[in-house]
């Protein structure tokens, strides 16, 4: 069963939510401010974690950073305002995507089944598998199969997205992928839904792990990842 | 403006010319006829009954003048050779006596007069003329700029500005200032009003979402069926004038990419929640923003479902697959058709037409036109001949990005 820690300062919003996502099997344990949320992280260590940007104490940001500081769990931020820096905030933070407030439950159901996805991803299942043991991209190497990368001998933590992302470019060397395309095969979006933006700031921090100048950007277009 | 300054200019100097050659002239004829008065008086003092002149050159007319008084008569020639002279001439003792003044100097001084007359003319209108016309072009271009920006924020560019230019004090300074000032005013008021409207979204929002979340923990019934229509259509109406707010604000830009139309026409279609029959030709492709095409086709659609008849038709034709030229989007339903006043004027928010209309909100058609600009794309509404409201999505091509990194 997955278990997940909402933290909602809102008390009808944090109250009806996690009731609903228990009613859809999750196990919910819910904080209302940061600093509540990352002592509760600390104590539950659930499987996904679900906040809201804007939180008394610690915001969702500064958690999200706290949060990252130690682990590369799945984080999904929940933003009233779709349009706004906060969610470039919460996405250079680490977070893995994001909802808009008020969200359909249906949605957000998706979106969580999406990211974890994302970190349960079966080696035997990824087109990448099926390639040799080991792929090479300057001084990053790439075990497919072990999900393990390394950059210069030394191992790097990547996110579940963070890991797809590099898969998904690794599989197609050489080649631009486009930022709607990687919306879809990484995070699951249709044509109608997903922010590009995800994939920037997805981009920005994979960059930060495995060098800058392993991932190309194609103006206007997308990435491609460079030998 | 430039043109008449020159005819003026021109005028101007031509008649003081005239008048100063006139004056002159009568001055000398003066002096000519006193002068050759005075020589005749001479000639008949001394000389006496002395013809001097041979007859056959006394202009007759001056001998026939001469007939009717006993007192000396002049006449100018300005036709004898070989320079013109003054005659004077008297009968005395029935003998014609006449003296000749020749006037070739005064005839001169004339001509030099009026030579000098004409170049000082021709060089005031050669340096007025170039001065009057750039002055004249300068303030035209002037209140041209000022008419062409206010057109600009008519058109709805607000932050277009005269700007401050020239001397402070002339008209059109002044002029521009105005309209500046004016175009900050109802900038700042339309700034409020949109910032008002966003805020009341947003702030709609929190409670809002706490409404849709809570409405899901109602247990199923037809008393919670008829919450969550309701917490359903407020959501849609906080959510749309949040996106109508962002559209007036014109701070959204497009995200284009090679989008298969099958595939996402598909996709939208799918999600409307009523039957729509689609009729696409070939595969096309082609570059666009897919989430603001959405908003557009849904928006369509659901105005369709809401105030056409069924069927629904949703068409895709033009366009090649690589090199679209043009590819229309076309929706269509069978209804009573668009109102008029959507034909005529487009559609304004919160304005369904007529009353029988009704359910919408009015803002599903602002909204489409809205994305529809932000995606350089072409919307237009028009009635079938056989019947229904048909709105036609028009797509510019987008060039290819270059991939130069």
Redesign the interface.
Known sequence: MTSLLLVED?E??RI??G??LERYGFTVTTASDGLAGLDRFREAAPDLVLLDVMLPGLDGIGLCRRVRETSQVPILMMS??G?SLDVVGGLEAGADDYVV?????SVLVARIRAVMRRAAVDPCADPAADRPAELVFGDVRIDPGGLEVTRAGRPVALTPTELRLLLELAAHPGV?L????LLRDVWDY?????D?RVVDLCVARLRTKIGAERI??????GYKLRR | MAVLAAVAVTVASGSIGLAIHQSTKSRQLYYGRVTARGDLADTIGSVRADQQVPASLVPPKLAAEALTTTSPVTFYDASYSPQPVMWAAQYVDGNLVVAQYPMASEQRDLEALDRHTFYAAAGTVAVLVPLAAFGAEFAGRRLRRAARTAHRIAAGDLDARIGPRGRAGDEVHDLSRAVDSMADALQHRLRTEQRFTADVAHELRTPLAGLVAAAELLPDGEATELVRDRVRVLRSLTENLLEVSRLDAQVETADFVAVPLREFVGETVADIGFEVQLSIEGDPVVRTDPRRLDRILTNLLLNAHKHGRAPIELGVSGGVSGSVSSLTLTVRDHGPGFPPDILAEGPSRFRTGAPERGRGHGLGLTIALGQARVIGARLEFGDAVDGGAIARVTLPRIPDPTPDT
Do not use: Y
């Open positions: 809102d009808v919003i009806a939510v009731r609903t009233a305002r349009d407030k008020p969200v359909d439950t631009v486009e930022r709607h395309r249709r044509w109608q839904g997903g590009s190309e950007t194609v103006r206007g277009f």
